[in-house]
């Protein structure tokens, strides 16, 4: 007899995957802070830019969040 492998996704890239939101979300996050402090710094409009763009990253990570989520909904269900 030959052991099965288990269906599905080794757990070593189901842990890969996991951690690549996590750090898609930090990454959206900062760089909308790094870009909204440089235009600030550059325009001189302290904190306004920073605080929009700050919030866009966040926006953008949260989305990106929702977009894997629905996507490993999508693959459970078929």
Known sequence: MTPRE???????????????????????????????YFLDKSFKTFPWLTGIFLFLGIVAGFRELLRVARKQDDKSQK
């Open 6 to 36: 288990p269906e599905g996704k080794p757990i070593f890239k189901q842990f890969f995957d996991a951690s690549a939101v996590g750090i898609q979300l930090v990454l959206c996050t900062f760089a909308g802070f790094a870009i909204g």
